[in-house]
């Protein structure tokens, strides 16, 4: 067995960034996938997370979003992760993934005392890869097949978990809230020879009458909470995969969204763990024939949607939380337990808020807003654009969606914002030219050749150095692995305490994770705005630049706004802010801005802006100089009816003429053989001959079509002069 005192983690070894991303590609060259994961501090032992010393989980939790499938073995993206967190811990997956499962021993719960009896069975320590975690544990690594089903398991025997599909070990070098560092055993590192998993790693979780215990942390007041897995929530879980397992060809995508979304209520009921759940489902999405990015995605998807209609399991088979429950008084302390044996109990978690606590903790400010010096713009936002909300502009190709977003991010940086660019549709070369007029330079001049362009764009580099510009622009062109996940943590490691600004362009361009496991492009929009209402919730102000539908173009189209952008049914519903953008009529430099939502204000103006081409800068038009451009929802709703009808007015007018015109040529004609000499002669419909027919009779241009024939119930149609126009014909 080995003696956590002679491990290395029990000396002190220092370890810098380099080392840090050496181990982590060390993994790599051994095809081992691997992702950064969030380290705690070396002096205070707090983790180096937003939550800080309130970490349920310091030094263990993934640094990136849906590790499960952004954790590679390319040196490329390794490199930009550790230059990004240089002292981030080293996630290693387990699993079929990289053809290991590890048997993780807790002394703290018995391992020990296992691992010693399976050694004595085995004849001896096991020749494996061995890990020594920082916190005195071990870590046994087997080889799996490619194929292999074996999940997660807790409580394979006292103190003993098997971690496998769906799961991830913290490795060498990484630092241990203990202050320790996880290392290889001497003579039993990467490069041994890794044993087939024992028949002792095969055997399932224990099954008791009482639930078994997962750990499932929860960040609950900045403790510590466990929430026990009943039988119940096993068995849903266990009947879910069989189901999406057997599902028939043609029925297993629906089936597992079903799976996902059922599961999802009791993951939002806290009955099950949302990672486990995922495991779980994807291996029985693998085993029924589904890719692993397509499966991830309908797997998030549902749960997400589960999540918000949480279900609580049946009382007969719920069970407190350890932290509330009488009869594990003792695993309770155990798992509270401090270094000086004092216990720390977690406070529970409210089910629910009542109206008046509700009020106190929701309604709070959504935070500081950014002025934006547009007055209808600020009036409509109640004073500027606020942190932590999703701002959308949609717009047609050319309707200045990325000159409004740079010259805002300009005036924002001078605020005080730290503001990041994700150049995805127009290359940064643009955006950067437009920065380059708002701090006063010659358009012309900064794009220019030889030693002018050079003089220019160098007197610019030295400009917004002095100032110390906040403002970073990001242009995938040369970086292809850049995606809005990647830019959002670099922006939050630069920004640190200062506001934040995020301007995607284009929201359909950019490219990102979560989106990358979706089929058609509605989904793929749903996961990116999914993704940025999460960094909005953190207190980013998300600016989204929007392509627009066809259909909308025109700002004169019958067609509601909010349907504006394109995979509309997606992008409107998560805008806080949607404002659309045209190019006025006839009007160079003009644009038409319309708020077509608005969380902030029940107003929802239309404004004109006039884009300064030398300066890159927009300003507000004039209510006087709008050439009686509505201002309204009303106004603009008239103005097309009224719009519509005068073009219904000519239409009318020239059928009727058209018809005025064969009455003439063939007079006495009755109204069924006029029509259908129209129909054949001018192809019309039923409606057009009478929309005709009915404007003659009253009337146009001083003649009207008259009847001649003077008797009931026959028609002989000529035309006459308007005034007694029946006399004339009778004389």
């Given at each position: ?227 026990r897995v009943d039988r119940y929530a096993r ?413 219904k007015e000519l239409e009318t007018d020239a ?77």
């Amino acid at each position: 067995m080995v003696d956590p005192a002679e491990s290395p983690p029990a000396v002190a070894r220092v370890v810098d960034a380099a080392d840090m991303l050496q181990a982590a590609l060390d993994l790599a060259e051994q095809t081992l996938r691997v992702f950064p994961v969030w380290h705690v501090d070396a002096n205070t032992h707090v983790c180096m997370c937003p939550a800080g010393s309130e970490c349920p989980d310091p030094g263990k939790h993934p640094h990136v979003k849906r590790w499960q499938v952004a954790a590679t073995d390319e040196r490329e993206t390794l490199t930009k992760w550790w230059a990004t967190w240089p002292n981030a811990n080293i996630g290693l997956v387990t699993g079929a993934t990289n053809g290991l499962v590890v048997a993780d021993f807790d002394p703290r719960n018995g391992g020990d005392k296992t691992l010693a009896e399976l050694e004595a069975a085995n004849g001896g320590p096991f020749k494996t890869v061995t890990a020594l975690s920082g916190g005195g544990g071990v870590h046994l690594v087997f080889a799996v097949a490619a194929d292999s089903r074996l999940r997660n398991g807790r409580g394979i025997r006292p103190g003993l978990d098997r971690r496998g599909n769906g799961g991830y070990v913290v490795c060498s070098p990484s630092l241990h809230e203990s202050g320790q560092r996880y290392a290889w055993k001497p003579g039993l590192g990467l490069g041994t020879r890794m044993l087939p998993v024992p028949e002792w790693l095969n055997e399932p979780e224990i099954e008791r009458g009482e639930p078994v215990e997962v750990p499932f942390v929860l960040p609950v007041n900045g403790a510590r909470e466990l929430v026990r897995v009943d039988r119940y929530a096993r068995r849903a879980l266990d009947l879910e995969a069989n189901a999406v397992r057997t599902a028939p060809k043609g029925t297993r995508n629906d089936r597992l969204n079903e799976a996902a979304f059922c599961l999802g209520t009791l993951v939002g009921g806290r009955a099950l763990d949302q990672g486990m759940v995922e495991g779980v489902l994807l291996q029985a999405a693998q085993a029924a024939g589904l890719g692993v990015r397509e499966a991830l995605g309908t797997i998030r998807s549902g749960i997400t949607s589960g999540v918000k209609r949480p279900r609580a399991v049946p009382e007969r088979a719920s069970v407190p939380t350890v932290a509330g429950g009488a009869s594990s008084a003792a695993t309770a302390a155990n798992d509270n337990q401090g270094d000086d044996g004092d216990t720390n109990e977690a406070p529970r978690r409210p089910r629910y808020l009542l109206l008046p606590e509700a009020i106190l903790r929701s309604m709070a400010p959504l935070g500081p807003r950014m002025a934006t010096g547009i007055e209808t713009f600020d009036a409509a936002t109640v004073g500027g654009l606020p942190l932590g909300s999703v701002v959308i502009f949609c717009g047609a190709p050319g309707s200045a969606k990325s000159g409004l977003a740079v010259y805002l991010v300009h005036r924002f940086e001078k605020l005080g914002a730290v503001c990041m660019y994700l150049a995805a549709d127009e290359p940064a070369r643009g955006i950067l030219t437009r920065l380059g007029q708002l701090e006063g330079f010659e358009r012309e001049a900064l794009g220019a050749g030889e030693e002018r362009g050079q003089q220019t764009r160098e007197a610019f580099a030295a400009r917004v150095r002095e100032r110390n510009c906040q403002t970073v622009v990001i242009d995938p062109a040369y970086d292809e692995a850049r995606t809005i996940e990647d830019v959002h943590a670099e922006l939050v490691a630069l920004a640190g305490d200062r506001p934040r600004v995020l301007v995607i362009d284009s929201l359909q361009r950019a490219r990102c994770l979560a989106a990358d496991a979706c089929n058609d492009p509605r989904s793929k929009v749903n996961a990116k705005l999914d993704l940025l209402r999460e960094h909005a919730n953190g207190g980013t102000l998300v600016i989204l630049l929007s392509e627009m539908g066809r259909a909308s173009y025109d700002i004169d189209a019958e067609r509601n706004p909010l349907a504006a952008g394109k995979e509309s049914g997606a992008v409107e519903y998560d805008a806080d802010l949607q404002i659309n953008l045209y190019s006025a009529k006839g009007l160079t430099g003009m644009v038409d801005a319309v708020v077509a939502k608005s969380r902030f204000s029940a107003d929802k103006p239309m404004f004109r802006l006039r884009l300064d081409f030398a300066r890159a800068s927009f300003s507000e038009v004039s209510a006087g100089d709008m050439n009686g451009a509505p201002s309204t929802p009303a106004d603009r709703s008239e103005a097309r009816a009224a719009s519509y009808r005068a073009r219904k007015e000519l239409e009318t007018d020239a059928l009727a003429r058209q018809l005025a015109a064969l009455v003439e040529l063939l007079p006495r004609k009755g109204t069924m053989e006029l029509r259908r000499i129209a129909t054949a002669k001018f192809g019309w419909g039923i409606s057009s001959f009478r929309r005709a027919e009915a404007r003659l009779k009253s009337g146009l241009e001083g003649r009207r079509l008259v009847d001649a024939s003077g008797q009931e119930n026959v028609c002989e149609w000529v035309m006459a002069v308007d005034a007694n126009a029946h006399d004339e014909v009778a004389s």
